[in-house]
Nanobody, 117 residues
Framework: QVQLVESGGGLVQPGGSLRLSCAASGKFSGINSMAWYREAPGKQRELVARISRSGTTSISDSVRGRFTISRDNAKNTVYLQMNTLKPEDTAVYYC???????????WGQGTQVTVSS
C-alpha cells in the first residue's frame, strides 16, 4: 500500500505564492509518474501538472508560466511551486502517483488552497 500526504496549502492573497509538497510512503518498488490535480467547488477534478520518473513535465495551459512541478525521487516527494496565484486557482489540490509496474493510481487526501484578498 501507498500513502500520499500533502502539505503546504493555505490562504494567500492574489499575486502570492505557495509551495505544495506530497510525500509517498509505504511498501513499493518505485514510483513512475506523479501529478497534481485540483478540484474547485462545482467543477470537475482537473490535471494541473505531471512529472515522469525521469523528470519530464507537462503543465496545464491554465497555470503554465506560473506553476512549476518538480520531484525528489530519493525522498519519493513531488512539489508544486505556485506563483502569481489568482482567485481562480482556489481549489482542493490532490497529489496523484502511479507506481512502477502498476496502473492503479494512488491519491492523497487533498490540501485546500484559497486565493483571496
Amino acid at each position: 500500500q501507498v500513502q500520499l500526504v500533502e502539505s503546504g496549502g493555505g490562504l494567500v492573497q492574489p499575486g502570492g505564492s505557495l509551495r505544495l509538497s506530497c510525500a509517498a510512503s509505504g511498501k513499493f518498488s518505485g514510483i513512475n509518474s506523479m501529478a497534481w490535480y485540483r478540484e474547485a467547488p462545482g467543477k470537475q477534478r482537473e490535471l494541473v501538472a505531471r512529472i515522469s520518473r525521469s523528470g519530464t513535465t507537462s503543465i496545464s495551459d491554465s497555470v503554465r508560466g506560473r506553476f512549476t512541478i518538480s520531484r525528489d525521487n530519493a525522498k519519493n516527494t513531488v512539489y508544486l511551486q505556485m506563483n502569481t496565484l489568482k482567485p481562480e486557482d482556489t481549489a482542493v489540490y490532490y497529489c496523484n502517483a502511479l507506481l512502477l509496474f502498476s496502473s492503479l493510481p494512488y491519491w492523497g487526501q487533498g490540501t485546500q488552497v484559497t486565493v483571496s484578498s
